[in-house]
């Protein structure tokens, strides 16, 4: 079965940064195009970024410049890295194919200390 396996989240203080990585399996990881959203306290999840299979990115205009996202497909993993961190960029962040609505993993929890 599909998994998505989040981690590199914690605590952090404003301008510091935070490299997420999201491992996948179940599926060929290779073919789809990956997001990554985050779900800040009492909002709706939102996408922050996301990257084709060709390696096009696209991104939120509140992390332009700030985040990056990549992967790697040999290991089946995506990544975030997250520079110059804001306490408004505090969430769950969750990875998952795009397009797609179910099978989400547990999500990392990145903090921005004020």
């Known amino acids: 079965q599909v998994q998505l396996v989040e981690s590199g989240g914690g605590l952090v203080q404003p301008g510091g940064s935070l490299r997420l990585s999201c491992t996948a399996s179940?599926?060929?990881?290779?073919?789809?195009?990956m997001n990554w959203y985050r779900q800040a306290p009492g909002k709706q999840r939102e996408l922050v970024a996301g990257?084709?299979?060709?390696?096009?990115?696209n991104y939120a205009d509140s992390v332009k410049g700030r985040f990056t996202i990549s992967r790697d497909n040999a290991k089946s993993t995506v990544y975030l890295q997250m520079n110059s961190l804001k306490p408004e960029d505090t969430g769950i962040y969750y990875c998952?194919?795009?397009?797609?609505?179910?099978?989400w993993g547990q999500g990392t929890q990145v903090t921005g200390s004020s």
């Open positions: 998952n194919r795009r397009g797609i609505v179910y099978d």
């Open positions: 990257i084709t299979t060709i390696g096009i990115t």
């Open positions: 179940g599926f060929t990881f290779s073919i789809y195009a």
